[in-house]
């Protein structure tokens, strides 16, 4: 992403002159208060919002609205990409789990041998088979998230980004995903993740990424650092002066970064 300007309105820019550069393999996450861009990134990222200036590539090439109008360089572009809603219900919309987990291999042209072969065995690596025939819209919010993650990784995906993964999960589900996640990375997948949960931040991602209330990078590194840079994380509203920020000497965590 380079020079990369972006306005909803054909006005005023949500987003100007911002670049970024995320290697293969690496795990990020976007801190920012609500407001602060995050979401509007993330569309940026996997090709569901287009710069109004400058350019964004992925895969070697520069993504462009009339690039991925081609059906065939759309469909190989988001097999590569998978992207989890911030509200799982926005991306579920079938009667029954295992057609919703079906859904994105068969719109790719995926033989039904194959089909079924992938939501088998995605079933059992999720531990979802129990879920197999249910409605997805008689799910609890936790399942409902396993089913959206299932959908994603169907596809195995080169990079999954996530749009604040774990907002009304419970604390075991949370565990599951954050789980899943070390392991995905540390099979090499790229996991873009946006938050304002700064313990989600700590367990997952090596590098963060702060954005600004007023949409500006304000922050590229080490996410340790951001995490312990407490008037950075005041300053753009992660946190207030009575939180209290992570210390070595009185915090320990379950999760650790290999």
């Known amino acids: 992403m380079d020079c990369v300007s972006f306005s909803y309105d054909g006005y005023e820019y949500l987003f100007d002159d911002f670049s970024l550069k995320i290697s293969s393999g690496e795990s ?13 990134l993330l569309k940026i990222l996997c090709g569901l919002a287009y710069p109004s200036k400058g350019s964004f590539w992925a895969f070697g090439q ?3 609205e009339d690039l991925l109008e081609d059906n065939r360089i759309a469909q190989k572009f988001h097999r590569r990409i998978g992207f989890i ?4 219900d926005a991306q579920l919309f079938n009667s029954r789990v295992w057609d919703e987990i079906a859904f994105g291999p068969y719109q790719l042209g995926l033989s039904k041998e194959e089909v079924r072969a992938r939501v088998e065995d995605v079933l059992t690596m999720l531990n979802l088979k129990n879920l197999a025939d249910r409605s997805p819209y008689r799910l609890s919010g936790g399942e409902k998230k396993k089913v959206a993650v299932a959908s994603a990784l169907i596809l195995n995906p080169e990079v999954l980004i996530l749009d604040e993964p774990t907002n009304g999960l419970d604390p075991k589900t949370q565990r599951w995903l954050i789980e899943l996640l070390l392991e995905l990375n540390k ?4 996991i873009i993740t946006s938050t304002h949960n700064l313990d989600l931040a700590h367990a997952i991602s090596k590098r963060a990424l702060v954005l600004s209330e007023d949409h500006r990078l304000v922050y590229d590194g080490p996410c340790h650092q951001a995490l312990a840079d407490s008037q950075l994380l005041m300053s753009v509203n992660l946190i207030d002066e009575y939180h209290h920020v992570h210390d070595a000497k009185e915090h320990r965590h379950r999760y650790t970064h290999g």
């Open 28 to 40: 990020v996450c976007i801190l920012g208060a609500n407001g602060s861009g995050k979401s509007t």
């Open 62 to 64: 520069k993504i462009t």
């Open 85 to 88: 809603f911030q509200n799982s």
């Open 187 to 190: 099979r090499g997948r790229t």
